[in-house]
């Protein structure tokens, strides 16, 4: 099969060029799998206390001392004298974050459902202290409620009943279909930075092929020799499919290499499956590239300029939800913004059936579509130029 064999020497001649790609590729995954090795400390979420001073002007009633107890499970209490100066000195050299005072006659107006104030000073732009606020109100609007409802309550009988309430907490778990949550954002980045390597690898050896085989004399000399031209034609079209199946190939074993049996469950495998499609589409922008260029400077130029825009602008290399929304309207034109969509959200997906299913078809579908057109595009331009041979 001589259309075989010529294929195989391009490639070999050029393949330097394209492991230059996969060199930056294996750097990035690299790179990806050690920076998510470990679990930063500060990346686990835990209660962070406010150094609370509290101040008691209504003489530590029954209500007081309670709502002072529940607060003892998101602040430390912190003593501090109670005149304002040592107030503010704590304050001012963060010995306390939060003072919060209870004015005289509180309890007695609180009871009797009379507006009053509670008064804070806190440290400016103190994420803490708007979490104690909340709280604060929480356990005061639940008291207001028992007041409201419950006529002649006494003061202990509202501070339990509060209490009870308020210690009722939900358990919430963030599950990931992938085990380990670092592990996941990492295998999506690499499966998202796998589409610009695709595209390099796609552009340059199939770009080359399609232009060398195109060149004038030299595509006469192939159309009188013994190979009939719908046989050429179907080798190269296999040519072409089987470099495109062996560079997916290669990315595929790549990501076993580094994420093991992580690449055998169902979200990354329905990620392997996304990058086989867009492996379809980038070889139908690869045949028209090749089929419309003339010069491999030129090929160079467009396969940096094509590979990294659509990366660029469709949340390879910076997210999708940084870029903004006429960026990513504009984007939508492009396969990769559907193969980075997919590869983002089937990651969280919590249950993978056919109806949450459904629209990452769409995706693909989105994908498919612009790879049909750009390959009717791609045979209108080798039909233009077969026309202007013969003429």
Same mark, same amino acid.
């Given at each position: 099969?001589?259309?075989?064999?010529?294929?195989?020497?391009? !490639?070999? %001649?050029? /393949?330097?060029?394209?492991?230059? *790609? +996969? $060199?930056?590729?294996? @750097?990035?995954?690299?790179?990806? =799998?050690?920076?998510?090795?470990?679990?930063?400390?500060?990346?686990?979420?835990?209660?962070?206390?406010?150094?609370?001073?509290?101040?008691?002007?209504?003489?530590?009633?029954?209500?007081?001392?309670?709502?002072?107890?529940?607060?003892?499970?998101?602040?430390?209490?912190?003593?501090?004298?109670?005149?304002?100066?040592?107030?503010?000195?704590?304050?001012?050299?963060?010995?306390?974050?939060?003072?919060?005072?209870?004015?005289?006659?509180?309890?007695?107006?609180?009871?009797?459902?009379?507006?009053?104030?509670?008064?804070?000073?806190?440290?400016?732009?103190?994420?803490?202290?708007?979490?104690?606020?909340?709280? !604060?109100? %929480?356990? /005061?609007?639940?008291?207001?409620? *028992? +007041? $409201?409802?419950?006529? @002649?309550?006494?003061?202990?009988? =509202?501070?339990?009943?509060?209490?009870?309430?308020?210690?009722?907490?939900?358990?919430?778990?963030?599950?990931?279909?992938?085990?380990?949550?670092?592990?996941?954002?990492?295998?999506?980045?690499?499966?998202?930075?796998?589409?610009?390597?695709?595209?390099?690898?796609?552009?340059?050896?199939?770009?080359?092929?399609?232009?060398?085989?195109?060149?004038?004399?030299?595509?006469?000399?192939?159309?009188?020799?013994?190979?009939?031209?719908?046989?050429?034609?179907?080798?190269?079209?296999?040519?072409?499919?089987?470099?495109?199946?062996?560079?997916?190939?290669?990315?595929?074993?790549?990501?076993?290499?580094?994420?093991?049996?992580?690449?055998?469950?169902?979200?990354?495998?329905?990620?392997?499956?996304?990058?086989?499609?867009?492996?379809?589409?980038? =070889?139908?922008?690869?045949?028209?590239?090749?089929?419309?260029?003339?010069?491999?400077?030129?090929?160079?130029?467009?396969?940096?300029?094509?590979?990294?825009?659509?990366?660029?602008?469709?949340?390879?290399?910076?997210?999708?939800?940084?870029?903004?929304?006429?960026?990513?309207?504009?984007?939508?034109?492009?396969?990769?913004?559907?193969?980075?969509?997919?590869?983002?959200?089937?990651?969280?997906?919590?249950?993978?059936?056919?109806?949450?299913?459904?629209?990452?078809?769409?995706?693909?579908?989105?994908?498919?579509?612009?790879?049909?057109?750009?390959?009717?595009?791609?045979?209108?331009?080798?039909?233009?130029?077969?026309?202007?041979?013969?003429?």
């Amino acid at each position: 099969m001589p259309v075989f064999r010529a294929y195989r020497r391009i !490639i070999k %001649k050029n /393949l330097s060029q394209l492991l230059i *790609y +996969l $060199a930056v590729f294996i @750097g990035l995954a690299a790179s990806l =799998l050690s920076s998510g090795a470990a679990t930063p400390a500060d990346t686990v979420f835990s209660d962070a206390k406010v150094k609370l001073a509290f101040v008691d002007e209504a003489d530590s009633s029954i209500l007081t001392e309670g709502l002072k107890a529940y607060l003892e499970r998101y602040a430390n209490m912190v003593d501090v004298k109670h005149d304002r100066t040592s107030l503010q000195d704590a304050l001012f050299f963060e010995d306390v974050d939060y003072i919060l005072r209870i004015p005289s006659g509180f309890t007695e107006d609180f009871m009797a459902g009379r507006p009053i104030e509670l008064e804070k000073t806190s440290r400016p732009a103190s994420f803490s202290s708007v979490y104690l606020d909340m709280n !604060i109100n %929480k356990f /005061l609007n639940t008291a207001r409620f *028992y +007041l $409201a409802n419950i006529p @002649g309550i006494s003061q202990q009988e =509202l501070v339990a009943q509060v209490i009870d309430d308020l210690s009722v907490e939900t358990a919430v778990e963030i599950r990931s279909k992938v085990e380990d949550i670092n592990v996941g954002d990492n295998i999506t980045s690499f499966f998202n930075y796998m589409s610009y390597v695709l595209l390099s690898l796609l552009i340059l050896g199939i770009g080359t092929f399609m232009m060398v085989f195109n060149q004038k004399d030299l595509r006469s000399r192939t159309l009188c020799s013994s190979v009939p031209l719908r046989q050429q034609n179907m080798q190269i079209l296999w040519g072409n499919l089987i470099y495109a199946v062996v560079c997916w190939m290669v990315m595929m074993i790549l990501g076993f290499v580094m994420y093991g049996k992580t690449m055998l469950s169902k979200p990354v495998m329905l990620m392997a499956l996304n990058a086989f499609v867009f492996t379809l589409v980038a =070889l139908s922008i690869s045949f028209m590239v090749g089929s419309t260029l003339n010069s491999r400077n030129a090929l160079s130029a467009v396969t940096n300029v094509v590979s990294l825009g659509m990366c660029f602008t469709c949340g390879v290399f910076v997210p999708q939800f940084m870029l903004g929304e006429k960026v990513l309207a504009f984007a939508q034109i492009f396969p990769v913004y559907w193969y980075v969509r997919f590869n983002n959200e089937i990651i969280n997906l919590g249950s993978i059936a056919l109806e949450t299913f459904k629209p990452f078809l769409g995706y693909m579908g989105m994908q498919l579509g612009i790879g049909v057109a750009i390959l009717a595009v791609a045979l209108a331009i080798i039909k233009q130029k077969r026309q202007t041979w013969e003429a």
